[in-house]
């Protein structure tokens, strides 16, 4: 079950994100659809632990906002989709240790309920 966050900063930006893995976190159809040309170098066969599909929190460091996005971490590496603004490579924060995308600043965050 993921968590949602809530993401604040001093500087008056907050967001509100959803994270970690739901009940899609190994489903191998789901993964297909967001990332195919991943999904095609991953052997199910080999059950559980191949891959894992969860919500990261996302930067993007162009529309200065962050997000809640799709990462995909599996034997040949991670995988993540863009910014679904401008479409540009998004910066990938560890969730407990996010900065804040307008001033920079450490923002605060408190678990505000449960997504699946």
Same mark, same amino acid.
């Given at each position: 079950?993921?968590?949602?966050?809530?993401y604040?900063?001093?500087c008056?930006?907050?967001? =509100?994100?959803?994270v970690?893995?739901?009940m899609?976190?190994?489903? +191998?159809?789901?993964?297909?659809?967001?990332?195919?040309? =991943?999904? *095609?170098? +991953?052997? $199910?066969s080999?059950?559980?632990? /191949?891959?894992? @599909? *969860?919500? *990261?929190?996302? /930067?993007?460091?162009?529309c200065?906002?962050?997000?809640?996005?799709a990462?995909?971490?599996?034997?040949?590496?991670? *995988?993540?989709k863009?910014?679904p603004?401008?479409?540009?490579?998004?910066m +990938?924060?560890?969730i407990?240790?996010?900065n804040c995308?307008?001033?920079? /600043? @450490?923002?605060?965050?408190? /678990? $505000?309920?449960?997504?699946?």
């Amino acid at each position: 079950m993921g968590v949602v966050r809530m993401y604040a900063c001093g500087c008056g930006y907050s967001k =509100e994100i959803c994270v970690g893995s739901g009940m899609g976190a190994f489903n +191998i159809n789901l993964v297909k659809r967001l990332f195919p040309q =991943e999904a *095609a170098m +991953i052997d $199910v066969s080999r059950g559980p632990g /191949e891959f894992e @599909l *969860a919500n *990261a929190v996302g /930067e993007c460091l162009s529309c200065k906002k962050l997000y809640a996005t799709a990462m995909l971490t599996y034997k040949g590496g991670v *995988a993540t989709k863009p910014c679904p603004d401008c479409g540009k490579p998004l910066m +990938i924060s560890d969730i407990n240790n996010v900065n804040c995308p307008v001033c920079s /600043e @450490l923002m605060n965050w408190q /678990e $505000v309920g449960l997504w699946d």
